[in-house]
Structures are given as C-alpha cells and as structure tokens.
C-alpha cells in the first residue's frame, strides 16, 4: 500500500458514514511516524481519536478508547456500515470474521488465518504475545484495538510507561496519551482536521512554514506529550519560533491571551519550550518569576524519599528557568513508578478562554532510567512523585538546582533550619509544610515570617485537615497540598491534588492571607475549608445537585470545631435565607433545591442542629465500613434518609419530603415504626402542613 492509497484510508473508512457515536470519555492518539494516519479527530487536530497505520504487510485501527473494539460484535444498526467499511479496509476486500483474542494468552490459542483480530488493550498480554501480534502484522494480518489510558492510569495507580498496550502502541507508531479528548456527541468526521495525516507529516511541514499556526499547535502539543524534540526539525527552527513569538502571543496578568488564534499559537510555542534545552519562556519573569541576578548553583545533592501513598514530595530545591537538570537514580523500593516534576502549577489550561500565564508550565518526568535529564523553560520547585500501590522509596541525587525557601514541621531542627533557609535560600517558591497539609507560593510571600508564626498557623491548618477526617472517620494518607497560582484553570479555587488558588490569598497584606493565623481564627476561610471538604466527599452520600452541598458540611465543621464560629449565624448561611425563604414559599421544587447549593444546606444545617456533630460522624463512618453498593441518585437519597434516620432513632422522611425530596414507598414503609421528631423552626413554620408523611 503506497502513500497515496493510505491517504484515502480515513474517507474508506468514514464512506456514507457522516458521524460516529461518542462512547465514554476518549482518550487522544499521536500517529508518530508516515506509516500512521489519523482518521478521525474532535474537536480539532490535536484530539485524534482513531489512527490507521500500516505495519508491514498488515493493517491496524487503533481507538482512543477501549469500549469501541466491541461495537465489532454489535448488531445495531447504527455501527454498521462502519464496521463494514472497517472490515473492507482491513480485510483489503476479502470476506473476515472479527475474533476476539481478549482472552487469549498466546497466540497459539488463535486460529488467525482469515480473521480480523480484535482486542481491547486494558485486556494485558504479555510482552512475548504482543511480540507474535507484531509477527502476524507484518505477514499481513489485521488487528483493531483501542485503550483509555487514562482510566487505565487512574485505576491501576501507575505510569503510562508501565501500561503494555502503550508500549506495543509505541511500537507500531502510535502514542498514547494520558488526556482527555474534547470531542462532541456524535463525533463528526470532518476531512480538514485529518489533513497532517501524522506528526512525522506536520513536522516537516512546520520546517517548510513556522508560522502555520495550526501545524504549529499540532507540533507543539505532540512535543508536550513526548517531552522530546520531534525529528525533522533542527533545534534551531524550534528555538526561533519561540524567541520570535510576538507580545500577542505571551501570556501575562496584565494582557491576557484572548484571541482564538493567538491562544493556539501559544499552546504551540509553549509545547515547543517543553523539548528545548537551556531556553527561557518569553515573560517568564511574570509567571512563575525570573533572578534579577545568576543564583547560587547547586550540584551532587542528595535526597532519600519514602512513602505509602501517591503525593508530590518537595526535594528543598528550586529549578532556574533554562538551566537543564540531571537526576541519578541511587536505588528505587517498594511500589514502582516515581517519577520527577519541576513546577507545583499542574494546572493545564488548554481549555480555558484566555491565558494570563503559559498554559503548561509544570514538567513531569518518570523516573525509568538510571539517570534523567528535564529541561524547562519555566523554572519551578524540584518535587519527586510518589506512585500509588502501598510503600514506595527512592533515594536520587540531582545537579544544577538552587537552594529554596521551605519549612516542615515534621525536621527536627525545623526552627534553626528555617532560619537558615529564608535568610540564604534564593529559590523563588516556597514549600510551607504542616503534619497534613502543605502551601507553596511565592517566598516574598514568607520569608519575613518567624518559625514560631509558621508553626502556629500550620497547626492550625493541621486541625482543619484533622477536623474533616474526624468528621468522615477517616485518617489522612497523605499531607494535602494548595497551590497559589496566577490562572487556576476551574474557577476562582478548585479541589483535587493540589489544590489550586489564586494569588491573592499569597498576599501578606490580603484580609486573607492564608498564613495569618489570627485573622484565620477569627473568620476562618470558607473558601479553602471549602475545597479541601470536595477531597473528603464520597459518592455514597453525594447525589445529584449536592455536589456544591455536601462539601459544606466540611466546611460548617471546621468553621465550628476549628475557629469555634456559630454554624447557624455564619455569614454565608445568613445570605442564603431571603431565597430560601422564597423557595419555601413557592413549594419546594427539588429541581430548583438542586440547582441552589444556598437552600440546598439548609436541610444538613438543621440536622446538625438538632443532632450534633456526633450523629454526622457516626452515619459517616457506618458508609466508610459498609461501603454501599448504590447504583442511582435515588438509592443514594433513600440510603442517606434510612441511614440518618435510624442512626438518630427518629422518622426524618417528613424533614426531607418538606424540602421536596423524592422519597421510594420502601423507604417510607421501612422507618414508618420510627418516632417523627418535633422540628418547628423558622422555616417549617412558614408551611408546616407540609411537615408530614
């Protein structure tokens, strides 16, 4: 098959079909090399979600994600002519059956002759079958296949380069990536998307042109995910494209990138920094920041980390921007998977509308080698990345760092150290560490801080951490980690690890400061009570429309137990009255309940009145030992109500059919011997004919 007739593979592939339905959450495909073309893409070219490639003799359909190798054994119509086109290509013409080799542990198990073999790659082979796959490749043989690497990555807790499907996908030209493709239902096929065919194509196309935008964001995305220079383009064509990028295109607070075009030029040039050794990020100095002069470098620095869960461990070091780093391996224990990062800014922020920073400025890197370089353009705090799976050590030494500003209250000289470090340390980020929790922002933002300031307040964040587990009856695993950043890429804060915030909070003058332990005691700080409760919620208990609801019993907890704040008096609840009185008054839809956090806490406010603190975390900790099995918004509603009502030994279906729940017969019929409690406050006076059964 010549390049000509591989070209047309995505229109034989897509003939009478306009569209293919959408099935789960994709993942996204790089075809590497001219023997891959990409045959169908969403929202744009850098979202491939089906390659073709050629290996060999043979053909071979690679999917984005694992669930489309079975609608090859599905009869609906609507798959059809796909599968047909599909087979027809495959099969060159000729009449094959699809076999599935899922279960098949060798290819001995196969009669392959006359077969399109069909395989889902979270099914793992082992490296000597995936071998003899290649083998039937190349004597003409057909295989369709696909993943979803990041569901993979989530549920087994380790690398990509551990996953033996991305291995074998790298082998026949195809990279998987661990993102998330943005893609409508249905996908669309959509010829202009597909016209780089592959990377190897776009290269030498971004070599004849460097500023097509579109090859550009193509590139520059590849090279992002490869973490390496793509061949067919000298370093210095890569370096010029970025050195000549115009203030249109670099980011900064002050003059955010806005324009479509120019946000895609962006991406690409910051993608291009990811493979370039010893270049400097135009605007650097904004965000995250520049020296004013050359720092103090640092070489032959020892570090020994361990850990039994997976989290970013700070090294004490702070990367330069443009200076490339090496890390030798000494010894790695336990569970594999550590792996490197420069940066604590995690956050990608390639779907947002504008960029007031580089939209990829935290580099991750596993640590597979004995030694391993990373360059970055961007600068950042050095961390080492634990994996998931039980305990886990490495012990590493690294060069070319310099020292960084940080405080943990778990060193035994952490005083006399802290000392040390804020007056000599020129790193310019901070890693601020209590027992659960650790900050990193700016080290303008804390080197005028005492130790004795910097304990204070950590052992007040440790309560807060402490509090939220208490009350979920849970012990921490790992120390939870906030992170200031110029553009967090949801919001004005949002969960997860980290936890991501805006700049403000690292203002020393800010009212909220997030080191200013007498002004934390006295207001607290919702917000970030707030997002650390999104960390402690489980789906058991969190059901349709209580998303932004169930978090706040964290966050009334805290205010209560930690800064000893009257949960029914806080300001926040306080502004909530007017509209829930209105939504009272009106009926109670639980339409409107859910889509109104502010009236929607009220009726898990009242419980907390009526019966303490205490009844949360005994009901809490009986979902943490049974773990339910619930399957929909309605058993998980019926479960709470059961659940809360027999803890507390007394009726509670009238309080939530007040506040419009949708309550199962059964679950009515099953507390129906239980006592109805008298509840006649403020707002079950306002209608308490609908206080009942």
């Known amino acids: 098959m010549d390049d000509t007739e591989f070209d047309q593979a995505p229109q034989l592939l897509f003939e009478g079909v306009s569209s293919i339905e959408k099935i789960g959450c ?81 290819m001995n198990d196969i009669s392959a002759h006359g077969k399109i073999l069909v395989w889902n790659g979270h099914r793992e082979k082992s490296e000597a079958f995936m071998n003899n796959i290649c083998e039937f490749l190349e004597r003409g043989g057909a295989l369709i296949c696909g993943s979803t690497a990041w569901g993979w990555l ?33 996908i669309e096929f959509r010829e202009g998307l597909i016209e780089f065919k592959n990377i190897y194509h776009a290269v030498r196309g971004l070599a004849n042109n460097p500023s097509n935008i579109t090859t550009l964001s193509i590139v520059g995305s590849a090279i992002k995910e490869l ?28 003059c955010p990138v806005k324009d479509k075009l120019n946000r895609e030029q962006s991406a690409g040039i910051c993608g291009i920094m990811c493979a370039l050794p010893g270049i400097k990020a135009p605007g650097v100095r904004h965000f995250p920041g520049d020296f004013d002069r050359p720092p103090n470098i640092l070489t032959g620095v020892r570090c020994h980390f361990k850990s039994i869960d997976s989290e970013w461990h700070c090294s004490g070091y702070y990367v330069a921007a443009g200076i490339p780093i090496q890390i030798d391996v000494l010894e790695q224990k336990g569970a594999p998977g550590w792996s490197a990062r420069v940066g604590c800014h995690s956050d ?6 504008e960029y007031r920073r580089w939209p990829c400025i935290s580099i991750r890197k596993p640590l597979v080698n004995n030694s391993v370089n990373i360059n970055s353009a961007f600068g950042g705090l050095l961390f080492f990345q634990s994996p998931e799976g039980g305990p886990s050590s490495i012990t590493v030494t690294f060069h070319h760092v310099v020292l960084a500003p940080t405080y943990d209250v778990t060193e035994l000289n952490h005083a006399a150290l802290w000392e040390y470090r804020r007056s000599r340390a020129q790193g310019l980020w901070a890693d601020i560490a209590g027992r659960h929790i650790v900050f990193n922002l700016p080290c303008k933002s804390v080197v005028h801080l005492k130790s004795t300031e910097l304990h204070e307040v950590l052992e007040f964040w440790d309560a807060i951490i402490l509090a939220h587990h208490d009350l979920r009856g849970t012990k921490p695993t790992r120390r939870e980690r906030v992170v200031c950043d110029e553009q967090p890429s949801l919001g004005y804060m949002h969960s997860g690890y980290p936890v991501v915030t805006h ?37 058991w208990w969190t059901f349709d429309g209580t998303g932004e609801v169930t ?37 109670c839809n639980f339409d409107e309940w859910k889509n109104k956090p502010g009236v929607a806490l009220f009726i898990y406010a009242q419980l907390t009145r009526e019966y303490g603190w205490q009844s949360y975390k005994d009901v809490f900790r009986e979902y943490e030992q049974t773990k339910p099995n619930l399957h929909s918004d309605q058993e998980k509603m019926d479960h709470w109500i059961i659940t809360f009502s027999k803890q507390v030994g007394y009726n509670l279906v ?20 239980l006592t109805v409690p008298q509840i006649f406050d403020d707002f079950i006076q306002m209608a308490p004919e609908r206080y009942c059964i």
């Open 348 to 353: 990608d922020l390639g779907g947002c509308d």
């Open 654 to 673: 009238p309080l939530f059919k007040f506040w419009g729940f949708p309550i199962s017969e059964s679950t009515v019929d099953n507390l129906k011997q």
């Open 154 to 186: 989530q549920g087994s807790g380790k690398l990509l380069s551990d996953f033996p499907f991305a291995r074998f996908c790298d082998y026949i030209g195809v990279k998987i990536t661990d993102n998330y493709a943005n893609c409508p239902n249905p």
């Open 26 to 106: 994709p993942g996204t495909l790089i075809p590497l090399t001219n023997d891959t073309r990409a045959v169908l893409c969403g929202d744009d070219s850098n979202n491939v979600i089906i390659v073709a490639t050629r290996f060999g003799l043979g053909r071979c359909l690679v999917f984005a994600h694992n669930g489309y190798p079975g609608i090859f054994f599905n009869t609906e119509s609507k798959y059809q002519q796909f599968v047909e086109n599909c087979r027809r290509w495959l099969a060159r013409g000729h009449q094959a059956e699809f076999l599935s080799i899922d279960k098949a542990t060798s």
């Open 503 to 539: 700049m403000d909070v690292s203002d020393p003058n800010s009212d909220g400061f997030l080191l200013d332990c007498e002004k934390l005691k006295q207001k607290g700080a919702w917000g970030l009570f707030h997002e650390l409760g999104h960390n402690m919620q489980q789906g």
């Open 227 to 254: 973490g390496d220079t793509l061949p067919g383009v000298s370093i210095e064509t890569l370096e010029n494209i970025v050195m000549n990028a115009g203030e249109e295109v670099i980011p900064m607070n002050q």
């Open 551 to 587: 978090v706040n019993i964290f966050t009334l907890h805290a205010m209560d137990k930690v800064c000893h704040l009257e949960t029914w008096i806080h300001p926040w609840l306080q502004d909530q009255i007017s509209s829930t009185q209105k939504y009272i008054e009106k009926g």
